[in-house]
């Protein structure tokens, strides 16, 4: 009787120990979410904050300060609704605090309501808002023509890649080096991620090699980046608008990319270009190699 | 004169039994191991002239006593060692007779259950089949269990990053992936769900008491995944009062960590409790994996960090009937060799835990095996890449599986020379997996049920005694594929471009018939010729079922009408023995059904904004072919030195790619990929009081990359080396160098392996 005893002891003190162990070893993602980042508007001026009215294809600025709790920041998300709710920018990083700038261009919506937001790995998130009215006073701008811009690509000896659009100036890789702040669009023939000719700017993703040496773009301190967008407009469609509401309407920040790829002749693209100027630029022909050339018409808002 | 016959009777009565009693002869001995000097407990030590045999306690004692006087051949059995017989001459008295006993490398005398789930010696098997005792595993260099599986001809390991890789690759019959090797760990399927890879830094080799293997298709006992073979591993069971080793280790990129097994039986008369635990630790600083000449900023060291413990209580009725239970837990986290922003950089952490409680027993002329079983795995997988375009992303994929399940059999003798044994398995595996991006809103989860259901039946007869014997057995699965779902839950542009494909994800059931015939003639005790026949078969897993994603070769669809694949199986094979040689050559040949290949769709989709992938889904495509040679020869000089070579060629090559149906490239007549044609695997194993030393030699010759057999891996030869001695009875140190040479060979993707790799371990047991 003793003996069974001892036995059922021995048995349960065993089975504790098991359980016991199995406590220590049981493990599951912890839940307890923390503290979460926090997001500000910039109110120094020149930065929006708040509601606000400005005029259609009118520029404006919003800053903002975004701090992170217990874990880094991981995602900035950039959201607008007017008719619809879109996404204009979704970006990933891994930061403790968040100072970034946006200029944005008022668009054709009579509202837009502008939201900001961040997260960190957590999954916890901060958000601002405002909304921007369009100013009933607003009219459209007028636009300047230049009928024809040839750039050449990469290993063209005779003719630069790189477009000065201000100025209307097309420079060579060492001239373009020298004025980097002025150079807002190039040129290139792209045989290693075969997107063949492409237009594009200093801060598009471009191989090293399509530019390389001293004044390789790898080498800038300076890069602009103007966003293009393709277009179904037709080609009669572009030679007759004569202001920029075609621009503003056709525009769109969250879909245009940091190249026009692929281009052919006829092929209708609206840009951004770095200093916020919009335009378009119609292909008017294009010699595929990476000494080729590439013309373009363009239509654009003044400097 | 009446009284006078009987006094005399009783005298005569009474000279005789007191010379009966001087005529009497008793034996005693103690039996060693004949290298450690370690007691051996559990060998019979039989006297066949008196039909009596006896066994050798924990402390290797045996006796006979009241025996009369003569002449006999006393011969001692115990499995994992050379028999041994000594011939003696008795007459009135003690006798004592001690024996020091060899370890055989493969013994045919040993007794395997994996192969027939009942006892059965490996000589009367008509299969090709193995065992790796633990001396073989103290003996050969090795770190993680899974590298002494090379010790049996025709498993191919592939360890490429050494103790860095959260998985050995197993292979066997020349097949290519994990899948098609079912691991046991005694007797319960090691991984969750749908098979697949393993964790084998989980298993401490200090805790293994052998390894029991069984080459080609055994779906006819085991059921899914059991294609190119079985492995099983067969943990220490405690036999002492008390025992307790403790074991520390060192060695490259600061590689240490420790083991501590406590055991303890109070079984008496084969009645009792007993128990063990076992704990192992490993830490190390991990080395990069990328050459210097290509390394990056944000290429680090891999790291290893990992804790296992294992606890295990029992009681003995009697001889013939135990339960057990078990608790395993694991957690170990591995850098990837990546790091970013991340403290930890890219890694993978798992965790992992099992209960069991078991049931050995005989009851009336049943001998049954019952277990129930509980599985769960939580892995966390953390990865940061910044794409060619510059972004960056960051996400954790987290992973709860688990798999429940009863496991039983039961062999009866049916008639003198016929046992047949019958069961029923079943196995209910679920898994979820979620992607959690941190650098967008989305999740992506797949989540699916993968039920298993089993009955087997055998029959082993022993047509001509001690001569001619057959196995025949046959199972039947049911496969059911229900629960399935792929949900994108917030979805941005990281994963909208999958809306379009998400497709509803069905139930599905599948059944399969897995036949296996052998039939074994034994010459004699030297020489016997085996055949057999065999059918196995593998179910689709859940990430092909249920996950739409990116892989290498593009962007994959779910496919939940994957149908199983099949592989039968043919195969000859001989044991020869003679004198100190113990060879075994095997021919196979097998045929692949439905295996299963990524094919194009026809589509392709930009998966970020710049890079666009093929469509592609994997179907059942293909034939495979495969045949091959095993050739496995053990020498035995003496008690010191013994010699064994392996070696395989596997020709394994995919036949009738059906490409009327899908747009594919077509893969006929292409290798499968990771299978080396020729695998060699040998080695040299000094023993002695002063000191234990092994060398092994590897090699691999070259393998195809991808399937379309256009990069190709070289081929690579290894030495490793082991010395280890035991001193003042219980310390026991050891030195281990794997790729003594420093033969640096990259992988399919350029990567590193770890070079030459010490790690000297100090023990002490008492």
Redesign the interface.
């Known amino acids: 009787m003793h003996n069974k005893k001892n036995?059922i002891l021995?048995?349960c003190k065993?089975?504790f120990?098991?359980l016991f162990?199995?406590s220590i070893?049981?493990?599951?993602?912890n839940n307890d979410d923390g503290i979460g980042p926090t997001i500000a508007f910039k109110l120094d001026s020149g930065f929006v904050y708040k509601d606000d009215t400005i005029l259609i294809g009118k520029t404006y600025n919003v800053g903002i300060i975004a701090q992170k709790g217990d874990v880094?920041i991981?995602?900035f998300?950039i959201k607008v609704s007017n008719n619809s709710t879109t996404?204009y920018l979704?970006?990933?990083?891994?930061v403790s605090t968040l100072d970034i700038n946006k200029t944005i261009i008022k668009g054709l919506a009579a509202k837009d309501t502008w939201t900001f937001i961040v997260?960190?790995?957590n999954?916890n998130s901060a958000s601002v808002s405002f909304n921007i009215f369009a100013d009933s006073s607003s009219v459209f701008g007028s636009i300047v023509t230049i009928p024809s811009i040839i750039l050449g690509a990469q290993n063209n000896t005779s003719i630069g890649s790189f477009l000065d659009i201000k100025n209307k100036l097309v420079y060579n890789l060492d001239q373009a080096y020298a004025i980097q702040d002025s150079i807002e669009i190039l040129y290139f023939y792209d045989a290693i991620?075969t997107d063949a000719n492409t237009i594009a700017s200093p801060n598009a993703?471009i191989d090293a090699s399509v530019f390389p040496g001293t004044s390789g773009l790898t080498n800038w301190t300076v890069k602009n980046e103007t966003r293009y967008l393709q277009t179904s407009l037709s080609a009669s469609d572009f030679e007759s608008f004569y202001n920029d509401s075609i621009l503003i309407a056709t525009y769109n920040e969250t879909l245009a990319?940091r190249k026009a790829k692929n281009l052919v002749a006829g092929d209708i693209y609206v840009f951004r270009t770095a200093k916020n100027k919009l335009g378009m630029f119609k292909v008017l022909n294009v010699t595929g190699t990476d000494a080729g050339t590439v013309e373009i018409k363009v239509k654009m808002q003044p400097y | 004169m009446k009284i006078k016959i009987i006094k005399y009777f009783f005298l005569f009565f009474l000279i005789v039994s007191v010379f009966e009693a001087y005529s009497q002869v008793s034996i005693n001995g103690k039996i060693t191991d004949a290298s450690s000097n370690e007691e051996l407990e559990g060998a019979t030590i039989s006297i066949k002239e008196l039909n009596i045999s006896a066994i050798s306690n924990n402390s290797g004692n045996y006796e006979f006593s009241s025996i009369p006087a003569g002449s006999y051949n006393l011969k001692v059995k115990l499995m994992g060692y050379k028999d041994t017989s000594l011939y003696i001459t008795t007459s009135a008295g003690a006798y004592n007779f001690n024996f020091k006993l060899i370890s055989g490398m493969y013994e045919m005398n040993s007794v395997i259950v994996t192969a027939t789930r009942t006892e059965k010696k490996i000589k009367d098997l008509p299969a090709s089949v193995g065992i790796i005792t633990r001396d073989e595993i103290q003996e050969i260099p090795a770190v993680t269990a899974d590298e002494y599986l090379s010790l049996i001809s025709g498993i191919n390991i592939t360890r490429h990053f050494g103790i860095f890789y959260k998985t050995g690759d197993v292979t066997m019959r020349g097949l290519n992936r994990n899948v098609y090797t079912l691991l046991l760990i005694d007797g319960i399927p090691a991984s969750i769900v749908d098979g697949g890879a393993t964790n084998w830094n989980r298993i401490n080799p200090e805790n293994i008491r052998k390894i029991e293997v069984i080459k080609g298709p055994n779906s006819s006992l085991y059921g899914s995944n059991a294609m190119g073979g079985v492995i099983n591993v067969i943990t220490r069971h405690p036999s002492k009062p008390f025992k307790a080793e403790v074991n520390t280790f060192y060695g490259t990129y600061n590689t240490y960590g420790g083991s501590l097994n406590l055991s303890g039986s109070k079984i008496k008369n084969d009645k009792g409790f007993y128990w063990l635990a076992d704990g192992f630790i490993r830490r190390s600083d991990g080395y990069v994996l990328y050459p210097d000449s290509i390394a990056e900023s944000t290429d680090v060291a891999t790291y290893l960090k990992e804790n296992n413990g294992s606890l295990r209580t029992g009681y003995s009725f009697n001889k013939n009937n135990n339960l057990e239970i078990e608790y395993d837990a694991s957690d170990a986290t591995m850098g990837q060799g990546k790091k970013i922003f991340e403290e930890l950089g890219n890694y993978y952490h798992d965790i992992y835990q099992f209960w069991q409680a078991r049931y050995n027993g005989l009851i009336g002329k049943f001998r049954i095996y019952a277990s129930a079983f509980y599985k769960y795995d939580f892995d966390d997988a953390q990865k940061e890449s910044i794409k060619q375009s510059g972004a960056y992303t960051f996400l954790n994929t987290y992973t709860d599986s688990g798999d429940k399940g009863i496991w039983c059999n039961a062999s009866f003798p049916f008639k003198k020379n016929q046992t047949i044994t019958f069961g029923f398995d079943s196995k209910l595996g679920k898994t979820k997996s979620s992607d959690v991006y941190h650098t967008s809103t989305d999740t992506v989860t797949y989540k699916g049920n993968l039920d298993y259901y089993g009955l087997f039946a055998q029959d082993d007869i022993e047509i001509i005694k001690n001569r001619l014997k057959s196995i025949i057995g046959l199972r039947y699965d049911i496969v059911n594929f229900f629960d399935a779902d792929f949900t994108i839950d917030a979805p941005s542009f990281t994963t909208s471009f999958m809306l379009p494909y998400l497709q509803p994800l069905t139930e599905k059931n599948w059944n399969a018939l897995s036949p296996k015939a052998g039939l074994l003639y034994k010459y004699n005790d030297s020489l016997s010729v085996y055949f057999n026949v065999s059918r196995g078969f593998r179910s689709g897993t859940l990430s092909d079922m249920c996950k739409t994603g990116d892989v290498n070769k593009g962007f994959k669809l779910a496919n939940p009408y994957l149908k199983p694949e099949y592989l039968s199986n043919a195969e000859i094979g001989m044991v020869i023995q003679y004198h100190k040689l113990e060879v075994e050559p095997v021919l196979f040949y097998s045929i692949g059904k439905d295996f299963q290949y990524f094919v194009g769709t026809g589509d392709s989709i930009y998966t970020t904004k710049t890079k666009k992938q093929p469509v592609i889904k994997r179907e059942n495509i293909s034939k495979v072919e495969i045949y091959g040679i095993e050739f496995a020869a053990n020498y035995t000089l003496n008690k010191h030195l013994s010699a064994f070579l392996n070696y395989s060629y596997n020709h394994s090559q995919i036949k009738d790619f059906d490409t009327t149906l899908f747009v594919s490239k077509d893969l006929t007549n292409k290798f499968l990929i990771d299978v080396p044609l020729h695998h060699i695997f040998s080695g040299i194993i000094y023993k002695s009081k002063f000191i234990n030393f092994s060398i092994i030699y590897k090699y691999a010759s070259s393998t195809w990359a991808d399937d379309e057999n256009t990069i190709k891996v070289d081929d690579y030869a290894l030495f490793d080396a082991k010395v280890s001695k035991k001193f003042f009875k219980s310390f026991n140190a050891s030195l281990t160098c794997e790729n003594i040479f420093n033969t640096i060979h990259l992988d399919s993707k350029g990567l590193l392996p770890p070079g030459r790799f010490f790690i000297a371990s100090l023990g002490y047991s008492f």
């Open positions: 036995k021995i048995f065993l089975l120990t098991v162990i199995v070893f049981s493990c599951r993602k880094n991981t995602n998300i996404t979704d970006t990933g990083m891994n997260r960190d790995k999954g991620q993703n990319k």
